[in-house]
């Protein structure tokens, strides 16, 4: 079993930043590829970033440039940098584990934190 516990959201202004972290515990973390995926209101769940075992990196479009994903394997913790920060980020965002190697599809993901909220505001 793994635990999650994500933490750092809240309400920012258009163009400010904000670092989610997401603390792990339960399993050995470097044997897990770790996610992050929002889901705004009325839509559905999204992709934003992943990070493997090793540091490899993948994010989706609408965030790449703007936002980074990073893991520090001492403090069994992932990060999400967020910075240029639009109203079109506003969601609920998740940290994700998977066994295995990294993926853009919520399904393949066996274990979720319970959302931190970001807020941005115009």
């Known amino acids: 079993q793994v635990q999650l516990v994500e933490s750092g959201g809240g309400l920012v202004q258009a163009g400010g930043s904000l670092r989610l972290s997401c603390a792990a515990s339960?399993?050995?973390?470097?044997?897990?590829?770790m996610g992050w995926f929002r889901q705004a209101p009325g839509k559905g769940r999204e992709f934003v970033a992943t990070?493997?075992?090793?540091?490899?990196?993948h994010y989706a479009g609408s965030v790449k440039g703007r936002f980074t994903i990073s893991r520090d394997n001492a403090k069994n913790t992932v990060y999400l940098q967020m910075n240029s920060l639009n109203p079109e980020d506003t969601a609920v965002y998740y940290c994700a584990a998977k066994m295995g190697s990294t993926s853009y599809l919520y399904n393949d993901y066996g274990y979720w934190g319970q959302g931190t909220q970001v807020t941005v505001s115009s």
């Open positions: 339960g399993r050995t973390f470097r044997s897990l590829a």
């Open positions: 990070i493997n075992w090793s540091g490899s990196t």
